[in-house]
Structures are given as structure tokens and as C-alpha cells.
């Protein structure tokens, strides 16, 4: 079965980096395109980025709120693909999920400090 199991979340100053990783199991990893989603308390989730898959040259597209500080990576040896955020500011704060396909891990928590 799918499994996406998300770490790197925690406490974080306003200005400060962070990166998350998101580890899969139970389907051809580098087949499928990864993509980040964050939930804020109180709000729809919402797409953050993604990085397509090895057969799409690993393209990688983004949110217009997130461009230009965050980015993605992949690890296709490892299964795990990165969310790396830079300039973290409150509004950040948010549960961040990773998703592939239909299927969405639990989510790690990140908590930007003013």
C-alpha cells in the first residue's frame, strides 16, 4: 500500500529555513510526480510545489506565494523528496503534506515564530 511518511516539521523564527522530507513506499517512486500542500489553521489546503516525475525531466513548478523562497528536490534512490523554505515568515505556519497521486501522508507541522 502507499505510505507517505512527512518529518523536518518544528518551531522556526520569523526569517528562518526549514527543510522537510517525505518518505514513500508501496509504488514506483520515480514514475510518479511529488507535490507539497500546506494547510494553515483555519484554511483550505493548498498546493505549495511539485517536482515531476524522472520521465518529465523532474520539472518543477510552484505556487505564486512560495516562488522564489522555497523550492523541491528528490532523492529517487531514497524514495524521499524535499521541501526546502527559505525567508519562513508567520504565515508560513501551516501543517505541510506531501501527495503523489491521489494519496497524501499525515503531515508535519511547522510553526513560524514572529
Known amino acids: 500500500q502507499v505510505e507517505l511518511v512527512e518529518s523536518g516539521g518544528g518551531l522556526v523564527q520569523d526569517g528562518g529555513s526549514l527543510t522537510l522530507s517525505c518518505v514513500a513506499s508501496?509504488?514506483?517512486?520515480?514514475?510518479?510526480?511529488m507535490k507539497w500542500y500546506r494547510q494553515a489553521p483555519g484554511k483550505e489546503r493548498e498546493f505549495v510545489v511539485g517536482?515531476?516525475?524522472?520521465?518529465?525531466?523532474?520539472?518543477?513548478f510552484y505556487a505564486d506565494s512560495v516562488k522564489g523562497r522555497f523550492t523541491i528536490s528528490r532523492d529517487n534512490a531514497k524514495n524521499t523528496v524535499y521541501l526546502h523554505m527559505n525567508s519562513l515568515t508567520p504565515e508560513s505556519t501551516a501543517i505541510y503534506f506531501c501527495s503523489s497521486n491521489v494519496f497524501y501522508g499525515r503531515g508535519t507541522p511547522v510553526t513560524v515564530s514572529s
Open positions: 517536482i515531476g516525475s524522472r520521465e518529465c525531466g523532474h520539472s518543477i
Open positions: 508501496g509504488f514506483t517512486f520515480s514514475e510518479y510526480s
